[in-house]
Structures are given as C-alpha cells and as structure tokens.
C-alpha cells in the first residue's frame, strides 16, 4: 500500500542537534531500527487513492498561506500508550491554523488517523526521537531526560513536505513563497537560498 506522509523537514542547525541527540539515544540505549529521521508530523502516515487531488489541496492550502509559519524547539515529551520519545514543539498561530486547514481539506479523500483530525489548539506538536520501544527501555530513557537539557531553537519551518512512501513528492517553500519539485527541494542552491534569505531577515535564525 502506498503510504503518504505531510511533515516539516528539519534542516541546519535544528536537524543536527536533534539528529545528534538520537544518535546519542542509540549509543546509550541501543535503539536499532526505533529511531526516527528528525522531522515534524502535520498529517499522516496515511493512504489515498486518488493522489492528483492530494497533490492539488496540498498546493492550494499552501499557496494559501499568507504568513510564514513558525514554532520553537523545548523540551522533552512522551506518549506512554505508544512509548513514543520526542522534542517538543511549540508552533505559533499560524502554524496551528495550516495544519488544521491541511487537515480539513484532505481529510473527505485521505485516510487520516483521529489525531489528524484534532482541532487547531488540541493537537500535539512533536519531533519524533524514537517510538514502538519496549517497556523497559522507553522508563529507561523517560528516567534518563530527568537531567537533560533541553534543545532550545526557534526557527521557521521553511518548507512543507509531501512524501509517497518515505520519499519527497513535492515541497512548498515558504521563505521563497514557491512550489518545488523533488529535484529542487533535494537541491543545495535552493536550501542556500533559503537560508541567506531568513540571514536577511535578522531574526535569529542563522542556518549553517
């Protein structure tokens, strides 16, 4: 079965400190196979069949957006049905409201998990570290993050990313307000841009 996922990607400075706190997770618990690729969830795993209409209220509801969105990195969480390790994420208004709109509207056609369907200011953020951990392990590590830091970052999800079956279909680019390809989102000129771009802005969202 196909399977279709809509997420923010972690890129630069965000990606690397999350990416590293993972791998540390690994080393000192030996994870294996339960770690996750840093990104923010907005709508899935789910299918569908009928992907020209995904692919059009995917760019519709982005196109849409008039602001760009934005959210801060904290602290860490835990969902003890699931033992689901994860950094928190605290998004802004508009950033709540784009991922309810996307929601809505794929919602009739697409088959989304209850979660997905949580209002604007229930549904929970998160960047994913680790899941589907035995019970042991995941006491361990809620034990662990006790005496952890926590990552602090605030920073703008630059783009929104439609993946089939774990691989970019398309993103929609907010700093440069354009659609990309999987050709263009992949590209380093297109990332380069992104980041000299919000270095403009001056709002303490360096990238490297």
Not at 4 to 17: A, P
């Amino acid at each position: 079965m196909t399977r279709y996922l809509i997420d923010i990607r972690l890129m630069g400075s965000v990606k690397q400190q999350i990416s590293g706190l993972s791998h540390h997770l690994d080393e000192k618990f030996r994870l294996g196979n339960k770690l996750v690729v840093p990104h923010i969830t907005l709508a899935g795993p789910f299918s569908t069949e009928n992907e020209e209409k995904l692919l059009e209220e995917f760019k519709r509801v982005c196109t849409d957006q008039i602001t760009v969105p934005k959210y801060e990195v904290g602290g860490y969480g835990f969902f003890d049905d699931t033992r689901v390790v994860f950094v928190a994420i605290t998004p802004d208004e508009s950033l709540k409201q784009f991922r309810y709109k996307l929601a809505q509207a794929i919602s009739p056609y697409c088959t989304l998990r209850d979660y997905d369907r949580d209002s604007a200011d229930t549904f929970r953020f998160h960047a994913t570290l680790a899941m589907k951990l035995d019970w042991l392990t995941f006491r361990r590590i809620k034990w662990y993050f006790r005496k952890q830091e926590p990552v602090v970052y605030r920073h703008h999800p630059i783009r929104a990313t439609l993946l089939r079956n774990s691989k970019i279909v398309c993103e929609y680019d907010f700093v440069q307000d354009r659609m990309l390809t999987r050709a263009q989102a992949l590209s380093r000129a297109t990332r380069k841009r992104d980041f000299d771009m919000l270095r403009a802005w001056d709002d303490g969202c360096r990238e490297e």
